[in-house]
Every structure is written in C-alpha cells, then in structure tokens.
C-alpha cells in the first residue's frame, strides 16, 4: 500500500523555531560528484538497475490475461471496469501487499507489491488496453516505520484514470475503484478502503514515477547491505527526477553510514534545494551535525522540523489522538480546532472532535461536530457511519408532553 521514500536516522527533535546558522566554510560537493561517489571507490559500471522502458512494460502473461478479461473494442467505462473486476473481483488472483518495489510484469507475475508495485502494474495494463492512466502522489498523513537502524517515511503513490467523463461521479468500479471530485476521473488505489478524497494528491509525469521506483529499489538495496546496487539505483532517480529530494536524502544516508560526512552534508542540503520542506532531509542534517559536535546548527534544523511539524494538520490530529486517549480532551479539542482551521474537509478530525465533547459531558457540541463529519464525509457508506454513531451515541432526549 504504500511506497518507501526516505531514511531518517533515529534522532530526537525538539521544538522551538530558529534560523540555520551560515556556514561559509562548507566544501563546495555539487550534484554530479555526489552521483559519481569518488569517496566509495565504486565504478559507474556497477550492477545495473532495470532499464526504464522494462518498468511498465506489459509481458505476454499480463496480455494473454487482458486478451481473456478486457474486451478491446468496449468503452471505456466498460473496460476499467472489466479491468478492476479481473484484479480485485476474481478471487483466484490474489495480489498480496508486502514491501518489495516491482516492476509492472513482476507485480503480475509474483501477485504480490507495494503501493508503487500494483501502480506500475495497473497503469501498464490500462494504457495496454487504451485507457489514459497517470501515476498520482497522494498527500496522506505521515506515516513511519522502523527499520533497523533508521526511520523510513512512507510515501503513498496511486493511479487516476481519465476516462472523458464517461461515468459518472457516484459510480464505484468494484471496491477498487473510487469517482473523483472531476467527473470521469477514477481514483485506483491498492488499498481502496484507506484512501480518503479529501487527502491532496496530484498527477505526475512517468519521470517522476521512474524516481519513485529507483529510489525505493536503492532504499532496499541500502538496507541489504548493498551499497554499489544502491547507489546505481540512486543514480537513475536522479536522472529521471533531480528534483526528487528522497533521492538526494537517501543518497546522503548512503554517504554517511559509509562515514563520509562532507558528502552526506552536500546530499542532504541538495534535497532541501529540491524540497524546503523535506523533514527527513532536516532531521538527518540535524543528527548529522549533533555528531559533529555542532550544536548550534543541529538545533537550528531540528527548530525547523518542529515547525514544519506543527504546520501539518495531521500531525494535530495524531497529537489530538494521543491527547484524547490519555483523557485530556481540552487538548485534544484545542489541537483539533487548529487542524480543522488547516483543513476543513476532513471527516476524521471532526468525529474526533465530536467525541472529545462527548467526554467532556457536552452532547450538543458532540452532535454538531459529528453532524460536521457526516457533511464532509466522501463517500455514503461514510455519512451512514458518522449517522449510526450519532444514533447510538446520541439518542436525542425524550419528548415532554407540553400541559395543556
């Protein structure tokens, strides 16, 4: 369901809000000679990534099995739909999540991927079977995970299929497939039932896909221990998208869990040159000149983590829930309140704030609130959930017989 994106070492941050002190001194180590790795010692012949063109490319499997499921000369509508009923509505395909970035034809193949895994696949068998199938970057909440020695943020990545506006909004194509707010737009999504359309997301070019995948096949290949295989992996993420900062941020971690600091610094600045707002990228500086005994400058970007942090609705929202379950529901209420101000279409924060009133003893704020997330909720089965809580939560007060 979702698609590894970069490395954070394990660190702890701290709040407060500064300016990153200049350092004129810094060893000037551009782009390039961070992509030749001099300091490994490795040639540029090292193992060769897959070619680009073998990423999305459709084997004679995948269509032989499109050839017994799509009908070729049906309409659009009809075939996404004949599409997602062979993947999702056949119960002897089986595709099964785990956390091995494939291409489209190993997807198939092995039925088995991450997010970015069955997005290869599936915009591979839709533009196969003449649908126009984009790859989109989803603003999901932060999510992450522990890996060894590192943090990993997880990255969520998808598919838009446009079909002209030939369905329409409230139509779902199986369980896979969910209308967007654009009438004929088709959210495609590995894990449909997680994905809200209130997250942000946007459409991006193959390039960009391509820096996706070689940058989570590099981050795999990191954590096996092989570093030559990383780095050539890191290499081709850069040529299809320089202005990824995940790549430049694990390429950085690459460098310093090999000890070279001056190019770990270099890597990581270049991907807050791509991104101002790559946390990773902040948070890995910090741990990086806490080593160095730099203390100034470590708490000067774990200040701009915190900030950036603080300025995340979900993050709020996670705080909110901390706060809720600890039973401080005026903190959970005040961090909420700051989230729906972030974020006004959200479901999720405005249940929570309901039950924070709830707790508190205040049932006609609850029953606003939750009336709230009803009214933003994206889907029918959603306005049903939050109306079913209300019905079981809120029973409204009994009828007074007035006196005659």
Same mark, same amino acid.
């Given at each position: 369901?979702?698609?590894?994106?970069?490395?954070?070492?394990?660190?702890?941050?701290?709040?407060?809000?500064?300016?990153?002190?200049?350092?004129?001194?810094?060893?000037?180590?551009?782009?390039?000679?961070?992509?030749?790795?001099?300091?490994?010692?490795?040639?540029?012949?090292?193992?060769?990534?897959?070619?680009?063109?073998?990423?999305?490319?459709?084997?004679?499997?995948?269509?032989?099995?499109?050839?017994?499921?799509?009908?070729?000369?049906?309409?659009?509508?009809?075939?996404?739909?004949?599409?997602?009923?062979?993947?999702?509505?056949?119960?002897?395909?089986?595709?099964?999540?785990?956390?091995?970035?494939?291409?489209?034809?190993?997807?198939?193949?092995?039925?088995?991927?991450?997010?970015?895994?069955?997005?290869?696949?599936?915009?591979?068998?839709?533009? #196969?079977?003449?649908?126009?199938?984009?790859?989109?970057?989803?603003?999901?909440?932060?999510?992450?995970?522990?890996?060894?020695?590192?943090?990993?943020?997880?990255?969520?990545?998808?598919?838009?299929?446009?079909?002209?506006?030939?369905?329409?909004?409230?139509?779902?194509?199986?369980?896979?497939?969910?209308?967007?707010?654009?009438?004929?737009? #088709?959210?495609?999504?590995?894990?449909?039932?997680?994905?809200?359309? *209130?997250?942000?997301?946007?459409?991006?070019?193959?390039?960009?896909?391509?820096? #996706?995948?070689?940058?989570?096949?590099?981050?795999?290949?990191?954590?096996?221990?092989?570093?030559?295989?990383?780095?050539?992996?890191?290499? +081709?993420?850069?040529?299809?998208?320089? *202005?990824?900062?995940?790549?430049?941020?694990?390429?950085?971690?690459?460098?310093?869990?090999?000890? #070279?600091?001056?190019?770990?610094?270099?890597?990581?600045?270049?991907?807050?040159?791509?991104?101002?707002?790559?946390?990773?990228?902040?948070?890995?500086?910090?741990?990086?000149?806490?080593?160095?005994?730099?203390?100034?400058?470590?708490?000067?970007?774990?200040?701009?983590?915190?900030?950036?942090?603080?300025?995340?609705?979900?993050?709020?929202?996670?705080?909110?829930?901390?706060?809720?379950?600890?039973?401080?529901?005026?903190?959970?209420?005040?961090?909420?309140?700051?989230?729906?101000?972030?974020?006004?279409?959200?479901?999720?924060?405005?249940?929570?704030?309901?039950? *924070?009133?709830?707790? +508190?003893?205040?049932?006609?704020?609850?029953?606003?609130?939750? *009336?709230?997330?009803?009214?933003?909720?994206?889907?029918?089965?959603?306005?049903?959930?939050?109306?079913?809580?209300?019905?079981?939560?809120?029973?409204?007060?009994?009828?007074?017989?007035?006196?005659?």
């Amino acid at each position: 369901m979702w698609a590894r994106a970069a490395l954070a070492c394990l660190t702890t941050l701290v709040a407060g809000c500064a300016s990153v002190p200049a350092r004129p001194d810094r060893a000037r180590i551009t782009p390039d000679e961070l992509l030749a790795a001099r300091p490994f010692g490795l040639t540029q012949d090292s193992p060769t990534p897959v070619e680009e063109k073998e990423v999305l490319a459709v084997s004679d499997g995948m269509r032989a099995f499109l050839d017994e499921h799509v009908a070729r000369g049906a309409t659009r509508n009809v075939r996404l739909r004949q599409l997602a009923m062979a993947i999702v509505g056949r119960g002897d395909f089986r595709l099964e999540y785990d956390e091995t970035t494939r291409t489209a034809a190993k997807t198939f193949q092995t039925r088995h991927g991450n997010c970015l895994s069955f997005s290869n696949m599936f915009v591979a068998m839709a533009r #196969h079977m003449g649908l126009e199938a984009y790859f989109q970057e989803v603003e999901t909440p932060p999510d992450w995970s522990v890996k060894g020695d590192a943090f990993v943020l997880n990255r969520h990545v998808n598919v838009l299929v446009d079909l002209g506006g030939g369905i329409g909004q409230q139509e779902r194509l199986a369980s896979l497939v969910r209308s967007t707010a654009s009438e004929g737009q #088709h959210v495609v999504d590995f894990n449909m039932d997680d994905f809200r359309t *209130s997250y942000d997301r946007r459409v991006v070019s193959d390039a960009r896909a391509l820096a #996706h995948y070689y940058n989570n096949v590099g981050v795999e290949r990191m954590q096996a221990g092989e570093r030559a295989a990383a780095l050539g992996n890191f290499r +081709k993420a850069a040529a299809n998208d320089p *202005s990824f900062s995940p790549t430049w941020t694990n390429l950085g971690l690459l460098y310093m869990r090999n000890g #070279h600091a001056a190019h770990a610094e270099a890597a990581h600045l270049q991907a807050l040159k791509a991104d101002p707002s790559d946390l990773v990228a902040m948070s890995n500086l910090a741990s990086l000149y806490e080593r160095q005994g730099d203390r100034e400058r470590a708490a000067a970007y774990r200040e701009r983590v915190v900030a950036h942090r603080n300025r995340n609705p979900y993050y709020r929202f996670q705080l909110a829930r901390e706060a809720f379950d600890a039973g401080d529901y005026d903190a959970a209420i005040r961090y909420l309140n700051d989230a729906t101000r972030k974020k006004n279409n959200e479901d999720q924060f405005y249940f929570l704030l309901g039950m *924070s009133y709830l707790k +508190k003893g205040d049932p006609k704020a609850a029953r606003r609130w939750i *009336s709230r997330a009803e009214e933003v909720a994206a889907t029918d089965a959603l306005k049903r959930r939050y109306a079913s809580k209300m019905d079981i939560l809120l029973p409204p007060p009994p009828e007074v017989e007035k006196p005659k």
